[in-house]
């Protein structure tokens, strides 16, 4: 009885060392998706050093159909690692704090700048094969603020001698801004006898209760960058005077912290 034992659990390891046990070829190891969130108190878009880890924020993986294929929550450090297979996938915070947005999106070095874009608030479509992409991800206070600006600000000139009026409208807070308009009344004494700019739409309305111009643009803009200008043509009417004209600016945009940019004042001096 013995020996039958011993013989039996031979002829079994020896089976077993004859045989390659292999995966499956379509099976590969898990990997990582990981990264870092930080706040980037000074809006340049990198990390920079005395910048603090975000801790408590869920990043999650998207596939192409827009299914979550999972998520995982930054430590305190502000690091995370969502353990992900194949692709291809995007990666997006669930959710953030209302009083922060993202920060300006690959500036270039990419050990240290932000991985996130502006629009979608998500990475570029990656897949893990062999390895999962880093995404780093960095933080600023949400600040919706649009400035509009003419050049000439004040016009030394005479009687129905034209000039042209440069307006120019920014986005300096830290998220994008949709369609901006422009209003201007015109105000006695002064005309305006055309307005146009690339992307811009623009009506003269002399025939209104009060005469003015109006320009929208609905194309995006991106926190530090401007529109390309709207040239106005201006015409004093009267023989003397110290006349203004304000030209203000509004748009799509759910609130905002700062409204004394929102106005700028041509001073036409005639003589």
Do not use: H
């Not at 039996?8 to 089976?15: P, T, Y």
């Not at 990997?31 to 999650?60: P, R, Y």
């Amino acid at each position: 009885m013995r020996s039958t034992t011993r013989s039996v659990a031979a002829a079994a390891l020896a089976l077993c060392s004859t045989i390659a046990l292999t995966l499956p070829a379509s099976a590969s190891a898990e990997a990582s998706a990981t990264g870092l969130v930080w706040a980037d108190t000074d809006f340049d878009g990198v990390q920079d050093e005395g910048e603090a880890g975000v801790g408590d924020i869920t990043i999650a993986a998207y596939r192409a159909d827009n299914t979550e294929a999972g998520s995982a929550v930054t430590d305190k450090s502000g690091r995370y690692s969502l353990p992900l297979t194949g692709g291809p996938y995007k990666l997006r915070p669930k959710s953030l704090p209302f009083a922060n947005t993202v920060t300006r999106p690959d500036v270039g070095d990419d050990a240290r700048d932000s991985d996130f874009d502006w629009n979608g608030w998500e990475t570029a479509s990656f897949s893990c094969a062999p390895g999962c992409p880093t995404a780093d991800l960095g933080l600023v206070p949400r600040k919706q603020d649009i400035a509009i600006a003419v050049a000439p600000n004040d016009k030394m000139t005479s009687r129905n001698n034209s000039f042209p009026v440069d307006v120019t409208v920014s986005n300096v807070g830290t998220v994008p801004n949709g369609a901006d308009w422009i209003d201007v009344g015109i105000q006695p004494g002064l005309d305006i006898t055309s307005a146009s700019g690339d992307g811009w739409a623009c009506k003269i309305d002399k025939d209104a209760a009060w005469p003015n111009l109006f320009c929208r643009s609905e194309a995006g803009n991106d926190p530090g960058t401007s529109r390309p200008p709207i040239r106005v043509w201006v015409n004093p009417t009267v023989e003397r005077g110290d006349l203004n004209m304000d030209f203000g600016v509004a748009g799509f945009r759910r609130s905002e912290s700062v409204f004394t940019n929102n106005v700028a004042t041509l001073r036409v001096r005639v003589s």
